[in-house]
Each structure stands twice: as C-alpha cells, then as structure tokens.
C-alpha cells in the first residue's frame, strides 16, 4: 500500500475551497492523500474553525511577524517539514510566495484560479477583480483553472480547467459563486488527487 501524500492547504480567510477538499475527501474522491495540515496567513481565518470541526492540525504562520519576505518562508517551510508534508494548495492564499520558497517544492504546489488563465490572471488578479474584469471585457464563457505554481503569479503549467457560462446580468458577486460552485469546487479536489496520486512515494 503506497503511503498517502500529505497536503498542507494555505488559506487567508473562509476556507471554502478547503472545504470542498474536506468534502471530497470524506466521499473518497481524493484517495492519494491527506489534508495532513492547514496553515494560515491570519489567526482570524474561518478556514482554521474548519479545520478544528474537522480535526485537522493547523498552524498560522503571519508575514508582519517577520522581518522580510525569506524570514517568513523559511518559518512555513520549517512548520511543513515538521508535519512531513508532500504537497501544498493554495486556497484562497492572500500571501505571495517568492522563488525562494516555489522554487524548494517543484510541482509540489498547486493553486486555483477563478479564470481561464491565461485571461484574466497575474498579479493584482485575486477575489472579485477577476469576475469585475472578464465582466467588463464582454467574455462569454469564464471558469477556473488548476496549475502548478511557480514564481510567477498565475505562471505554472496548467492541470485542469473548467468552463462556465457568463449570463446576462450577472455581477461580480453572482459570478464569482457560480464559478466555485461549477468549476473550483470540481476541479480543486480532481487535481490534488491526480498530483497527489503522482507524488505517492
């Protein structure tokens, strides 16, 4: 039996895509591995009760409490390789991570995005601003992308994508469920379990 590939998900705020893994999870759908781990970049986040309700250690890890940027990563990394962790999502994660830390987990870290990248992604393309945008430019078809991490924001190769519809009068807000809803909420717990799976030591 191959042992599992424990995951550390990093969350900033409500956690609903960690969520959904939980979910997948209990139902079996990611049998390659673990939320081993949820580590957040503020001690407020209701990602964090979600990890409590689910008995799943978690560790908060705040880049003001550190004097620079390899300060910070060199104290995530040592809170992941105490817990032994393989892989990493990032859901919902509002902190950016350096070369200095993507660089020391090739492949390993994986994020979702609320856009076919590459529309609509990149640096200052996080939360509502990506649905305001593909809202403003007039697309009709948005989704949500799955990929590796790398250096650059929104920048590592592509795993999965989902379409969803843009329909008349829909705003930000609108959007942005339905996106989660037909496309994060499918496709994060579909990738982890085919990076995991490839990770299984």
């Known amino acids: 039996m191959n042992k599992k590939t424990k995951i550390a998900v990093f969350v900033s705020g409500g956690g609903t895509n960690l969520q959904a893994l939980i979910d997948a999870a209990k139902r079996g759908e990611i049998p390659s591995g673990e939320i081993a781990l949820v580590l957040a970049s503020n001690d407020k986040a209701y990602a964090l009760t979600r990890a409590a309700e689910n008995n799943i250690p978690s560790a908060v890890v705040k880049r003001k409490d550190y004097e620079n940027q390899i300060a ?13 962790i393989d892989m990493i999502v990032l859901a919902g ?14 492949k390993r870290i994986v994020n979702v995005h609320p856009s076919l990248i590459p529309s ?13 945008a ?5 697309v009709k078809v ?8 790398n250096e650059i924001p929104d920048g590592g190769e592509i795993i999965l994508q989902k379409a969803v519809e843009i329909l008349e009068g829909d705003t930000a807000e609108v959007l942005q ?16 379990e085919l990076v995991a799976k490839k990770l299984q030591a």
Not at 142 to 149: C, F, K, R
């Open 72 to 84: 910070y990563e060199e104290a995530v990394k040592a809170v992941l390789a105490e817990n032994g």
């Open 93 to 106: 994660f509002m902190t950016i991570l350096s070369e200095n830390f993507t660089s020391a987990y090739p």
């Open 120 to 132: 609509f992604c990149g640096e200052g393309f996080y939360g509502l601003r990506v649905h305001e």
């Open 134 to 138: 593909a809202l403003e430019y007039g």
């Open 142 to 149: 948005t989704g949500a992308t799955v990929h590796y991490v």
């Open 177 to 192: 469920k339905r996106v989660m809803e037909q496309a994060e909420w499918i496709l994060l717990p579909q990738a982890v």
